[in-house]
């Protein structure tokens, strides 16, 4: 007889969350791999868990990677290329993986990267991205941008980074999950685990106050609307034991209700307002061509409507003014926050949606949430707080985490638990898997004939505990 014993903190591979040994040594990072930015976690001998600067000292790298003369440009420089050479910048490309022709998410890439090309390969239908004489798969150029996060890594800390925890949004499948892996291996990186970001951010509040946890459950929302997706995590922190005496309790974290939208984030409002500005300048400016046909115009116009959206999140008022922004134009328009509201009008009962779905899983209500937390940039437009403040009854929203770090600093400190190098006070976490989990196997027959089996192993949204799956089939290897 046979066993595979799953624990949780460590699943095989197959699973949500990849986990395996390693002798890499004296440090360990983390990855939060946004869709538009990422931010890096560092630990090392000596040095509190903190975040990686990059090369130009900032504490969040943009997530793109650019080509230009045969050159590769990453971060900051990268971003800088995208307006001017959006034909070989590549964005988003999170939102992509493991992605098959016919998804929808290429009909809004293709609408907001208008001027990127890209192409599906013959056999696996996955897209790739052609520049000269070579094509590039999704894996390839995540990979380039994850080895570059390395390098920035290991150029911070001053020696060689190799184990690595990577969060990833809850609802990636484990086609998704798997080619994150893959992108990790090809960069050089010894990924330790693939940790759901509700539950990085959830783990840094939780690690920071694990005298205030007791027998007593207590249960925190975290709302995070990012640059292409919302989701809502309902977390209880609760001190428990897993040993049958009951003693030697410890902090547990554990995820009870999930809600998300994969396509809501602040991209959606600056494609909106984008639209808007392009709208009034075809409407104030007369000019030979149609300025959608021009890639530097739109890139242009693109980067304006976030640097104004940004600005409506605190003023009522703003104007638009881009140089020469096509034809030798200057563009100049005033946008208010109400005509910024009306652009989104639509999308307000999708705001909300993600809380609702979270509250119905984790069978509780609204009132037995005792702590709120904001993240994402999306969280900031005044009419998504609005709406939200209505969803959660008046609820005190706290701002009692680092929204923009949180989740690389709760992973980081899971890395620092799974690498040989380090011991971190045990924090144990229960994730929840949003899609069943199955085995497949074959069996012999009495006939000593082979049939195929399927074995549910774990159910859908089913959490994550010690699990141990019997063979009594064999007594040798299978597969």
Not at 113 to 118: H, W
Not at 335 to 354: H, M, Q, S, W
Request: aromatic share 8%.
């Amino acid at each position: 007889m046979k066993s595979f014993i799953l624990g949780p903190l460590g699943l095989l591979v197959a699973l949500c969350c990849l986990h395996k040994s390693t002798d890499a040594a004296l440090a360990a990072m983390s990855i939060d791999l946004g869709s538009q930015f990422i931010k890096i976690g560092i630990v090392k001998p000596g040095v509190p868990m903190d975040i990686v600067l990059n090369k130009e000292s900032r504490r969040k790298t943009p997530n793109v990677i650019s080509f230009k003369n045969d050159e590769r440009f990453f971060a900051e420089a990268a971003a800088a290329m995208s307006s001017s050479h959006p034909q070989s910048s590549y964005n988003f490309l999170l939102s992509m993986i493991a992605k098959k022709e016919g998804d929808d998410v290429f009909t809004t890439f293709k609408k907001t990267y208008p001027f990127t090309a890209f192409e599906f390969d013959d056999v696996r239908k996955t897209v790739v991205f052609p520049y000269k004489e070579e094509k590039y798969n999704v894996e390839t150029l995540l990979a380039m941008i994850l080895w570059n996060a390395k390098k920035v890594t290991e150029a911070y800390a001053d020696q060689s980074v190799k184990d690595v925890v990577i969060t990833v949004p809850i609802f990636l499948n484990q086609a998704e999950r798997r080619a994150i892996a893959v992108a990790a291996d090809i960069a050089g990186l010894n990924l330790l685990q693939l940790l759901n970001d509700g539950s990085a951010a959830a783990l840094n509040y939780g690690v920071f106050r694990r005298k205030e946890i007791t027998e007593k459950p207590t249960h925190m929302l975290i709302y995070d609307m990012g640059a292409v997706k919302t989701t809502a995590t309902i977390v209880q922190y609760v001190l428990e034991s897993n040993r049958k005496d009951g003693k030697d309790k410890q902090p547990t974290l554990r995820t009870i209700g999930v809600g998300y939208d994969k396509t809501l984030g602040g991209l959606e409002i600056t494609n909106r307002l984008r639209d808007h500005l392009e709208k009034v300048f075809r409407d104030t400016v007369t000019t030979t061509k149609d300025i959608t046909t021009n890639a530097r115009a739109m890139g242009k116009l693109n980067k304006e409507a976030e640097r104004v959206k940004q600005v409506l999140s605190a003023n009522k008022d703003t104007f638009a003014q881009v140089e020469s922004l096509f034809e030798e134009q200057n563009f100049r328009a005033k946008v208010t926050r109400d005509e910024l509201e009306k652009l989104i009008e639509d999308l307000e009962p999708r705001i909300g949606a993600p809380i609702l779905d979270a509250v119905a899983m984790s069978q509780l209500k609204i009132d037995d949430i005792d702590l709120v937390v904001l993240m994402g940039a999306g969280t900031r437009v005044p009419k998504v707080k609005q709406i939200l403040k209505e969803i959660l009854k008046g609820k005190e929203i706290s701002n009692f985490l680092n929204t923009d770090e949180a989740i690389a600093m709760g992973a980081v400190y899971q890395a620092a638990h799974l690498s040989k190098s380090f011991k971190v006070l045990p924090f144990n976490i229960n994730e929840k898997i949003l899609y069943p989990v199955f085995v497949n196997f074959l069996t012999k027959t009495e006939e000593g004939a082979l049939k195929p089996i399927r074995k549910s192993l774990f159910g859908e949204t089913y959490p994550v505990p010690n699990r141990v799956m019997h063979f009594s089939s064999y007594s040798d290897d299978f597969k």
